[in-house]
């Protein structure tokens, strides 16, 4: 167990439809990543979080947002769905900003959405 | 950022070491090598991280040449639960995990 939370565990849903997917870091740490995985693409950096503020974007689609709230929880909203959407998805968090030295990025069990 | 290149695939049986080796030709002064592992429809954990020569913990070994163009991980003794996709990434951790790139990894099958 990484400490690391993800809700909610599978997601089915249709084209077009909106949905969350949320993330709770591990106790102290203050950055969170949220990352795609999808067979044929791999895994897929999209977004960094840090305290609140975001700090880095990867691949993410304008479909996609995210935010971190002040509790240090993070969501991941997911718009206008489309079948290539389907993917699982992980958050992962880390104690500090950059990940130098000791710090270690832990990944929560994902979220495995499937878009019909 | 620098390209890794590792093998899809690798299969070993129990008990014997298993050496997953990584190349990156166009690595960087401030790259650091960490590899991670990861299970079907887990999330990826952190096995081990290098910048130069050897580093050794719990779990594995990583071993990276003075060129550090490519890096070996070493898995002593496997066994049936060290089947799982390894990936190799190269980076500036100091600049943050959004630095590193995960690559389709190497997908490692051990048998009995």
């Known amino acids: 167990d990484s400490g690391v939370t993800q809700t909610p565990k599978h997601l089915i849903t249709a084209t077009g439809q909106r949905v969350t997917l949320r993330c709770s870091p591990r106790s102290g740490d203050l950055s969170v990543y949220w990352y795609q995985q999808s067979l044929d693409q791999g895994l897929q950096f999209l977004i960094h979080?840090?305290?609140?503020?975001?700090?880095a974007k990867g691949n993410i689609l304008e479909r996609f947002s995210a935010q971190q709230f002040p509790d240090l929880h993070s969501e991941l909203n997911l718009s206008s769905l489309e079948l290539g959407d389907s993917a699982l998805y992980f958050c992962?968090?880390?104690?500090?900003?950059?990940?130098?030295?000791?710090?270690?990025?832990?990944f929560g069990p994902g979220t495995r959405l499937t878009v019909l | 950022l620098a390209k890794t290149t590792q093998p899809i695939s690798m299969d070993s049986y129990e008990g014997q070491e298993v050496n997953i080796t990584c190349s990156h030709n166009n690595i960087a002064t401030n790259d650091y090598i960490t590899w991670y592992q990861q299970f079907p429809s887990q999330g990826p954990r952190f096995i081990i991280q290098?910048?130069?020569t050897k580093v050794t913990n719990e779990v594995a070994s990583l071993f990276i040449p003075a060129d550090r163009k490519s890096s070996t991980l070493s898995l002593p003794r496997v066994s049936l639960s060290d089947t799982a996709v390894y990936y190799c990434?190269?980076?500036?951790?100091?600049?943050?995990?959004?630095?590193?790139?995960f690559g389709k990894g190497t997908m490692l099958l051990v048998s009995p």
């Open positions: 979080y840090y305290n609140g503020e975001e700090r």
């Open positions: 290098g910048y130069k």
């Open positions: 992962a968090s880390s104690t500090s900003l950059i990940g130098g030295g000791t710090d270690t990025q832990y």
């Open positions: 990434l190269v980076g500036d951790v100091n600049s943050g995990y959004s630095t590193l790139t």
